[in-house]
């Protein structure tokens, strides 16, 4: 495909990036603690440290893997944990010696967690206390030997860590009853580790650094290899598209997605630790009373999030009261942007909201906008330096300029392979060595890609194709509705027919009012034939509704009633 998309690229932004800069994230860490050695890397409810602190803790926790634990370079470490001090300490130190990173959602049932670590072979886990009666059911079924224990209060200082840990465990009972026959507490183990010097590893750019579990194609989790020259290259490519807009040392972003989550891993962790910038953890991002008082102690210049983290901000009548004098750089991923929030977003805060787009398997980032896009355009931006994208059909050819095809992408930032799963891997590549990204897509002549939606989302009703994206779109437009959903079900008439679920913000706003509104911005057969008013919506670890569990649950009912 003609890389049209290089004709609108923003002044100053390369069309490759040297993917030689950095030997191995270890090299990558090094040298940003040698530049921003005493400024601060990280701040979590009120406690700090700073990038010569995260050195010497994460070379300890090495330290004790290497000699204490007597860990082989490969060996899949697996962390646990929410946005807290513990995790970048943890996850730099293990990549410093070569290990690799498998990184587990706090929230995984059991079942959920056995697979992971089955699946991943991991032998070591850091978990928060909070979470190991998960870990407890099923650690008899994986290969994990040796469990470090953290508590959210473990690294905020010896007075108010024992006073969040009293509170969370006795006040709030957050911490559910467990017992593991062998265990140690993370601090523990960082103390044993103080006693070995660290030794550094030989660490290329072809190692695997994380083992990124996503649904893959078939739904089963797998584990996206993720190499330190993949993950590198990501957070390169990201940071020439916003480098110039961003001051060196001078900035501090707000980290509430889950660092465990791909997204919030690179854009956040490492692109900033690149320019020594700040990172603001905010361990519950759903308290938003809690988040929005922990946004009024800082400048704040920058924030990432998804679609739901911002539309919940917007809604809640405390943000509009903070200050955004600071604010530069309010980027989105991880799921559609919706029109109705990034015209809010600029009302109450004067700042755009650009929007990216990515997948686990990409590290994640594949397109983006330019900074110096102000409006709505319903588009993911452009493809990033060195990144290559291809409309391609059914059976992977290309398809005519113009045309809707399933979105494909070559890069530097691909991952390696799904972990165990040579068949998965070749489902989901070309045979020139693309990566069927599962999206369907267009661009236009100017290059700009824009998601129509998920390929296994679509609903067809008589024949005609639905996104949901577009029915979405429209319905959250109305002032009455705080968030939607939309799939298909199945209907005798049509084949299937289009369901909303709707969060409302008004609760006088009816079902008729809302198809009226539908009619006027959908052509007819897009328009809702069902509409159920809920609470809440079911949603991912990172707050991107989950259309599928509404599917399965419309199934179940349908079965029910059969």
Not at 1 to 23: C, F, H, N, Q, R
Not at 155 to 162: D, F, I, P, S, T
Not at 202 to 207: A, L, M, P, S, Y
Not at 258 to 272: D, E, K, M, Q, R
């Amino acid at each position: 495909m003609e890389k049209v998309w290089l004709k609108s690229y923003p002044a100053g932004v390369p069309v490759e990036i040297d993917v030689t800069e950095y030997a191995s994230l270890a090299d990558f860490f090094a040298k940003g603690v040698a530049r921003w050695g005493e400024n601060v890397a990280y701040i979590n409810m009120g406690a700090q440290l700073t990038f010569k602190q995260v050195d010497t803790l994460s070379a300890r926790f090495a330290a004790y893997l290497q000699h204490t634990l007597k860990l082989p370079k490969g060996t899949r470490i697996a962390l646990m944990m929410p946005n807290v001090l513990q995790y970048p300490v943890c996850m730099f130190g293990a990549l410093r010696a070569g290990y690799t990173v498998v990184n587990c959602n706090p929230l995984y049932t059991a079942r959920e967690l056995e697979h992971q670590l089955r699946d991943s072979g991991a032998e070591a886990i850091v978990i928060m206390e909070n979470f190991i009666h998960t870990l407890q059911a099923v650690i008899g079924q994986t290969q994990v030997r040796h469990v470090m224990v953290t508590s959210l209060g473990e690294m905020l200082g010896a007075v108010k860590g024992r006073a969040v840990d009293f509170i969370v465990k006795h006040v709030k009972k957050l911490v559910p009853k467990w017992h593991l026959p062998s265990w140690k507490r993370l601090s523990e183990a960082l103390h044993q580790g103080s006693r070995h010097e660290f030794q550094p590893v030989d660490v290329t750019r072809e190692d695997i650094a994380f083992l990124q579990y996503t649904g893959g194609t078939t739904g089963v989790s797998r584990g996206a290899m993720l190499t330190h020259g993949s993950v590198l290259a990501n957070l390169q490519q990201a940071h020439v598209w916003i480098g110039s807009n961003l001051r060196w040392g001078g900035e501090t972003i707000v980290t509430a997605l889950p660092l465990y989550h791909i997204f919030s891993l690179t854009a956040n962790c490492f692109v900033f630790f690149m320019i020594g910038a700040r990172n603001l953890l905010i361990t519950n991002p759903r308290d938003l009373k809690g988040f929005i008082r922990e946004l009024s102690k800082y400048p704040w210049s920058v924030i990432s999030g998804v679609n739901t983290l911002f539309n919940a901000l917007l809604h809640h009548p405390h943000f509009h009261k903070l200050d955004f004098s600071s604010l530069k750089l309010s980027f989105s991923g991880g799921m559609s942007l919706q029109r109705a929030v990034v015209d809010k977003w600029r009302e109450v805060t004067g700042q755009a909201l650009v929007e990216a787009y990515g997948l686990t398997e990409a590290s994640p980032a594949v397109c983006c906008c330019p900074l110096n896009q102000t409006e709505y355009s319903g588009s993911i931006g452009l493809p990033l330096p060195s990144t290559v994208v291809s409309l391609r059909d059914e059976e992977g050819r290309e398809v005519p300029a113009g045309e809707a095809g399933e979105l494909c992408m070559h890069g530097p930032q691909m991952m390696k392979g799904y972990w165990n799963a040579p068949d998965e891997t070749a489902r989901v590549m070309t045979p020139d060595g693309f990566l069927r990204t599962g999206d369907v897509a267009v661009i236009d002549e100017q290059g700009f890609v824009r998601i129509v939606d998920r390929k296994k989302d679509m609903i067809l009703v008589s024949g005609f194709n639905v996104y949901p994206n577009e029915v979405e779109d429209v319905v959250s437009s109305h002032p009455g509705v705080a968030e939607v959903a939309a799939i298909g079900v199945p209907c005798e008439h049509t084949g299937e027919a289009v369901k909303i679920f709707v969060v409302r913000k008004d609760p006088a706003l009816s079902p008729q009012a809302l198809i009226a509104h539908c009619k006027r911005g959908l052509t007819g057969y897009k328009v809702p034939h069902l509409i159920e008013f809920r609470s809440d919506l079911p949603k991912t670890n990172v707050g991107k509704i989950l259309r599928r569990a509404l599917r399965d649950e419309e199934l179940r009912n349908v079965q029910a009633i059969g």
